[in-house]
């Protein structure tokens, strides 16, 4: 037998005038009007498109692939982030078009989304594949009146919006200082970068890429083994004009938390999700390589360490986090 959701879809699909209205869902699927609308709402975050007309008839259209400017903005709650969204098809980074927004005397909030990107770049200048139509590619720009040193703290912060909105994926980590991942392998990405003057910050341009829909064909081959989507990972199709809602929401709130009241409470949800806490990895640095328990993070974002009985902070390393478990070394740096 048909689920409910199944049987919803092939009513509205079916219906001959095209529109449909609630009660006749209702009276067609044997159900109330109120489970009508929740499933209702269970196809829109499953990824259709439902449109409704001045009578409030609904009418299913198809899957929703990419982002949309007016879907994203339609249902955002927000206060300040987002209120200006900037949405192309096309272009080179989501951080140089924030960049320019910034010289443009775009407001505090100014968001830039992207169906893709021809030239993304992670940290390091690292090649960051974003496959059209398939993954969030998003970056925010802020003007916070905070030291540069509290501003590195940002990429940490959003990495706990992140673990929060995809908490229900109980494999998902945070690896330090600006990645995502599930299992062992990537989905996610932050990148902060800061224009400064004089000493004084100027603008932060934030940025976060996501893999969602894409499947294990869509990555190439040299990733496969590092990199993964949440489609692959939970076999579901995502929303991603929801997601990106979802992640704004809850960004805004911890973003004002973060400035209100500092890194503290924050640093404590990073470490409860934190990747390879409790757990050896091997440390290179000039003149020195050694093996040590990850205890995890500090006030200031450092890495914290355990090596013959002695603690030690790392604001930069070679580190090998999958020495145990046959990947390749990475250069990690806390470097906005």
Wanted: proline letters at 2%; a negative charge; zero cysteines.
């Amino acid at each position: 037998m048909s689920s409910t959701k199944e049987q919803l879809i092939t009513a509205l699909k079916n219906h001959p005038d095209g529109f449909i209205s609630s009660e006749r869902l209702s009276d067609t699927l044997n159900i109330s009007l109120d489970t009508v609308r929740k499933h209702l709402d269970v196809l829109e975050k499953d990824g259709y498109i439902i449109k409704v007309n001045e009578e409030a008839n609904y009418l299913l259209g198809a899957k929703s692939i990419e982002t949309s400017q007016t879907a994203i903005a339609k249902g955002l709650n927000t206060e300040w982030l987002g209120k200006t969204i900037i949405h192309k098809e096309i272009t080179d980074s989501t951080q140089r078009d924030v960049r320019d927004a910034a010289k443009e005397g775009k407001s505090h909030g100014t968001v830039v989304i992207d169906n893709a990107q021809t030239n993304s770049k992670g940290r390091m200048g690292r090649v960051w594949h974003s496959s059209k139509g398939k993954g969030i590619w998003i970056s925010i720009l802020l003007k916070p009146k905070i030291t540069p040193q509290k501003a590195t703290l940002l990429t940490l912060v959003t990495a706990t919006v992140l673990a929060d909105v995809f908490s229900d994926i109980k494999s998902l980590r945070i690896k330090w200082p600006n990645d995502i991942l599930i299992g062992d392998k990537k989905i996610a990405g932050i990148l902060t970068e800061m224009q400064m003057e004089k000493g004084q910050i100027q603008y932060i341009a934030l940025g976060i890429g996501i893999n969602v829909n894409q499947t294990t064909e869509d990555m190439p081959e040299d990733i496969r083994e590092m990199a993964t989507s949440l489609q692959i990972e939970t076999n579901h199709f995502w929303n991603m004009n929801t997601l990106i809602q979802d992640i704004l929401q809850v960004l805004e709130q911890r973003y004002i938390d973060f400035m209100e009241n500092g890194f503290t409470s924050i640093k404590q949800k990073w470490e409860e999700n934190g990747y390879r806490i409790g757990e050896s990895i091997r440390i290179n640095v000039p003149d020195e390589q050694y093996e040590a328990i990850f205890l995890g993070i500090d006030d200031d974002g450092a890495l914290l360490v355990l090596h013959d009985g002695t603690e030690k902070k790392l604001y930069s390393a070679e580190i090998d986090w999958f020495n145990n478990k046959g990947r390749k070394k990475e250069d990690d740096q806390n470097k906005a």
